[in-house]
Nanobody, 127 residues
Framework: QVQLVESGGGSVQAGGSLRLFCAAP????????MGWFPQAPGKEREGVVA???????SSADSVKGRFTISKDNAKNTLYLQIRNLKPEDTAMYYC?????????????????????WGQGTQVTVSS
């Protein structure tokens, strides 16, 4: 059972930056598709960025240029760098992982395709 632990969230002003972390002690990310899924109050959880096992990444149009996903397999850590934060980025950010997910499904980032989830880290952006 893969356990994911997010951290790095906080309260920031619009225009600021944050770096989120997702750790999975004892497991390697090398064969997993992984993604970040923000869930704003009253809204569905949505996939915005994903990284495939080979390191290739995909991003939703709404976050391109501001959200960057990366991973360090040696440290078993997934990252999300968020720049130029906007109030509408306010959400609980979850990381998720799934082993053996094909490239196409990994890129789409549907929450139902991911079986391992963290507890989330809150990001609050004030104007």
């Amino acid at each position: 059972q893969v356990q994911l632990v997010e951290s790095g969230g906080g309260s920031v002003q619009a225009g600021g930056s944050l770096r989120l972390f997702c750790a999975a002690p004892g497991y390697t990310y090398s064969s997993y598709c992984m993604g970040w899924f923000p869930q704003a109050p009253g809204k569905e959880r949505e996939g915005v960025v994903a990284i495939y096992s080979d390191g290739s990444t995909s991003s939703a149009d709404s976050v391109k240029g501001r959200f960057t996903i990366s991973k360090d397999n040696a440290k078993n850590t997934l990252y999300l760098q968020i720049r130029n934060l906007k109030p509408e980025d306010t959400a609980m950010y979850y990381c998720a992982a799934e082993e053996g997910l094909g490239h196409t499904y990994c890129s789409v980032g549907r929450p139902a395709d991911f079986g391992y989830w963290g507890q989330g880290t809150q990001v609050t952006v004030s104007s």
